[in-house]
């Protein structure tokens, strides 16, 4: 053995011997369990942060008496786990973040996430709602479509759902756009929102048709960039210049009014109604969710800008159906109310349902499933 390889040898000897033995080298900390969901329905949320001194819980808003702003306290336990337990929680799916030392993060043990405007929520889904749990049957798909916009000059994305069998079949399908809230973006509806689930269930319930699903993103910017991300004229432009005319070219579904639908919860809901009344003849289904004519009580603008489609006999003729739904304790109860009753005034046959609730994802998944059993009939 040459005397550099030697010396080599016992180097490496001498650090093995000084280093600590595995056996005595502290053993990793168990993983942590988050979400944790039990059959109760408790579900148990917990975050390993030994150097952290508080730890909050935020929601979405859809956990009852945990704050969207603020935060519920978690305990810390000796191993530097926080937690907290949630008890007995209805079915659905659920938007939460936790705020460390007063740093907001996502759950690091959860990969399940839900996107909005401006942040990615962590998600979790409890069972028990047949109309949405994930069913042992044929599913559709949800696919993430990325597409070029001339009227906003960059490219954007959609989520677009095809029914079971699409990809093997030559058949043409009807097309409902769908359409998300403020705060939110065009993975809500599929993630929080459960719309794929719901779909899919009433497709193999044969409650509804099968149809392909286009959930665009309705916000044109973020919130706190230039128009606040609430530009709804910049998105109904788009919406007429990009977005239908590449999900017409691009998929194949059943042209005409018949076979197009829209609907959209609260301002998807006020987009929903400026873009079916700019063009009525092209719709023959609209579904207003939480939602109306922003500021009619006060304002009677919109009423004029859309008085010739809003008294023209012939759109009417062939409009399947005009929807609303709104829970009790929602804070645009009166905004949809004075809508319903503007168009009742012109003469359209409105449906209106008034739920329980409030303003939330437990209505709106609710007000999808009433919703598309009633279209393409």
């Given at each position: 053995m040459s005397r550099k390889l030697s010396?080599?040898?016992?180097?490496?000897?001498?650090?093995?011997?000084?280093?600590?033995?595995?056996?005595?080298?502290?053993?990793?900390?168990?993983?942590?369990?988050?979400?944790?969901?039990?059959?109760?329905?408790?579900?148990?949320?917990?975050?390993?942060?030994?150097?952290?001194?508080?730890?909050?819980?935020?929601?979405?808003?859809?956990?009852?008496?945990?704050?969207?702003?603020?935060?519920?306290?978690?305990?810390?336990?000796?191993?530097?786990?926080?937690?907290?337990?949630?008890?007995?929680?209805?079915?659905g799916a659920y938007r939460y973040r936790f705020t460390v030392d007063g740093v907001p993060t996502s759950d690091?043990?959860?990969?399940?996430?839900?996107?909005?405007?401006?942040?990615?929520?962590?998600?979790?889904?409890?069972?028990?709602?047949?109309?949405?749990?994930?069913?042992?049957?044929a599913h559709g798909g949800v696919a993430e479509v990325h597409y070029f916009s001339t009227a906003l000059g960059r490219t954007r994305r959609m989520h677009v759902y095809?029914?079971?069998?699409?990809?093997?079949?030559?058949?043409a399908y009807p097309v409902f756009y769908l359409l998300h809230g403020a705060f939110d973006g065009d993975d809500s509806w599929s993630t929080v929102g459960r719309a794929g689930f719901i779909v899919d269930n009433l497709i193999a319930s044969g409650t509804a048709k099968q149809m392909i699903v286009v959930m665009p993103d309705g916000h044109t910017s973020r919130f706190g960039s230039t128009g606040g991300g609430l530009n709804t004229a910049d998105f109904v432009r788009e919406f007429t210049a990009d977005i239908k005319p590449y999900v017409e070219s691009t998929y194949r579904i059943r042209n005409g009014r018949a076979s197009t639908a829209i609907a959209g919860l609260s301002m998807?809901?006020?987009?929903?109604?400026?873009?079916?009344f700019g063009d009525l003849t092209?719709?023959?289904?609209?579904?207003?969710?939480?939602?109306?004519?922003?500021?009619?009580?006060?304002?009677?603008s919109w009423e004029s800008a859309h008085g010739a489609q809003l008294d023209n006999a012939a759109a009417k003729r062939d409009l399947r159906l005009v929807w609303f739904?709104?829970?009790?304790?929602?804070?645009?109860?009166?905004?949809?109310?004075?809508?319903?009753?503007?168009?009742?005034?012109?003469?359209?046959?409105?449906?209106?349902?008034?739920?329980?609730?409030?303003?939330?994802?437990i209505n709106w998944r609710e007000y999808l499933a009433k919703f598309a059993p009633q279209l393409f009939e």
């Open positions: 010396t080599l040898l016992a180097s490496t000897l001498a650090l093995i011997a000084a280093a600590p033995s595995l056996a005595q080298a502290p053993a990793p900390p168990p993983p942590v369990v988050s979400p944790d969901v039990a059959a109760s329905r408790d579900v148990t949320l917990r975050l390993r942060a030994p150097s952290a001194e508080r730890v909050e819980l935020v929601s979405g808003g859809d956990i009852p008496g945990v704050p969207i702003q603020g935060g519920l306290p978690l305990a810390k336990d000796a191993d530097g786990v926080f937690s907290v337990m949630l008890p007995t929680l209805a079915a690091p043990s959860n990969p399940e996430t839900s996107e909005s405007n401006g942040n990615a929520w962590s998600l979790f889904y409890v069972p028990g709602a047949p109309f949405m749990d994930t069913q042992r049957l095809t029914p079971p069998g699409y990809e093997k079949s030559r058949d998807g809901g006020a987009q929903t109604l400026d873009i079916a092209s719709y023959g289904y609209v579904g207003v969710f939480s939602s109306g004519v922003f500021g009619i009580a006060n304002d009677a739904s709104t829970g009790k304790d929602d804070f645009l109860l009166d905004t949809t109310k004075a809508t319903v009753a503007m168009l009742e005034k012109h003469g359209f046959d409105v449906v209106y349902e008034e739920s329980t609730g409030g303003h939330t994802w």
